[in-house]
Nanobody
Framework: QVQLVESGGGLVQPGGSLRLSCAVSGSIFRLYAMGWYRQAPGKQRELVAEITSAGRRNYADFVEGRFSISRDNAKNTVYLQMNSLKPEDTAVYYC?????????WGQGTQVTVSS
């Protein structure tokens, strides 16, 4: 069974940094992309960053150059390096994997940016 496990969230001050990790286990048929989404209370889940199987990176406009997504295929892990964090970045961050068959979601990790 496919499992996605996120880690690296926590409480950080404005301007600080966090690195999120997502470890993927199990076999995924025709993997297309891996990415990160976030959801704040009362808001829809939104894309933060994505990296395709071809290595193309996509970022939401609100990232503004502050975040960087990367992957390690040998470790079956995708990362999100977040710098210059703002209070409005506070949300639950979810790892996502897309294939031709379906999408997969992790349980999420809480990121709180507050002084």
């Amino acid at each position: 069974q496919v499992q996605l496990v996120e880690s690296g969230g926590g409480l950080v001050q404005p301007g600080g940094s966090l690195r999120l990790s997502c470890a993927v286990s199990g076999s995924i048929f025709r993997l297309y992309a891996m990415g990160w989404y976030r959801q704040a209370p009362g808001k829809q889940r939104e894309l933060v960053a994505e990296i395709t199987s071809a290595g193309r990176r996509n970022y939401a406009d609100f990232v503004e150059g502050r975040f960087s997504i990367s992957r390690d295929n040998a470790k079956n892990t995708v990362y999100l390096q977040m710098n210059s964090l703002k209070p409005e970045d506070t949300a639950v961050y979810y790892c996502n994997v897309r294939s031709d068959v379906r999408g997969y979601w992790g349980q999420g990790t809480q990121v709180t940016v507050s002084s």
